[in-house]
C-alpha cells in the first residue's frame, strides 16, 4: 500500500507562482512513476504532468507546457509540480498519483493523494 500527502496549494494571483509537493510512504516499489493530475469543477481530471524514478518524463499537458515543471527527489519518495505564470485556467484541485507506468490517463495509476486546491484570482 502507498499513501501520497499533497501540499503546496493555495490562493495566488495571476501571473504568480506555487510549488506543489507530494510525498510517497509506505510500500514505494508501486511508484515508478508519479505525477500530478489536476479536476476543475464540472470537469474530468486530466494528466497535467507525469515523471518516472529514472527521471524521465512521460507526459506534459500542452496547456502548461513552459509554466509548470515537475521534478523527483527519490531520496524523498517526493514529487514536486513547480508552477509559474498561473492564469485562472489553472484553478482546479490538483491530485497526486502513483503507479508502475506513466500514461495520461486516470486508470493508469493505483494510489493517488487527497487533492490540494489551486485557486487563481485577482
Known amino acids: 500500500e502507498v499513501q501520497l500527502a499533497e501540499s503546496g496549494g493555495g490562493l495566488v494571483q495571476p501571473g504568480g507562482s506555487l510549488r506543489l509537493s507530494c510525498a510517497a510512504s509506505?510500500?514505494?516499489?508501486?511508484?515508478?512513476?508519479m505525477g500530478w493530475f489536476r479536476q476543475a469543477p464540472g470537469k474530468e481530471r486530466e494528466a497535467v504532468a507525469t515523471?518516472?524514478?529514472?527521471?524521465?518524463?512521460?507526459y506534459f499537458a500542452d496547456s502548461v507546457k513552459g509554466r509548470f515543471t515537475i521534478s523527483r527527489d527519490n531520496a524523498k519518495n517526493t514529487v514536486y509540480l513547480q508552477m509559474n505564470s498561473l492564469n485562472p485556467e489553472d484553478t482546479a484541485i490538483y491530485y497526486c498519483?502513483?503507479?508502475?507506468?506513466?500514461?495520461?490517463?486516470?486508470?493508469?495509476?493505483?494510489?493517488w493523494g487527497q487533492g490540494t486546491q489551486v485557486t487563481v484570482s485577482s
Open positions: 498519483a502513483a503507479g508502475p507506468i506513466c500514461k495520461d490517463s486516470v486508470r493508469a495509476y493505483n494510489y
Open positions: 509506505g510500500s514505494t516499489r508501486s511508484t515508478d512513476c
Open positions: 515523471q518516472y524514478r529514472s527521471g524521465g518524463i512521460a
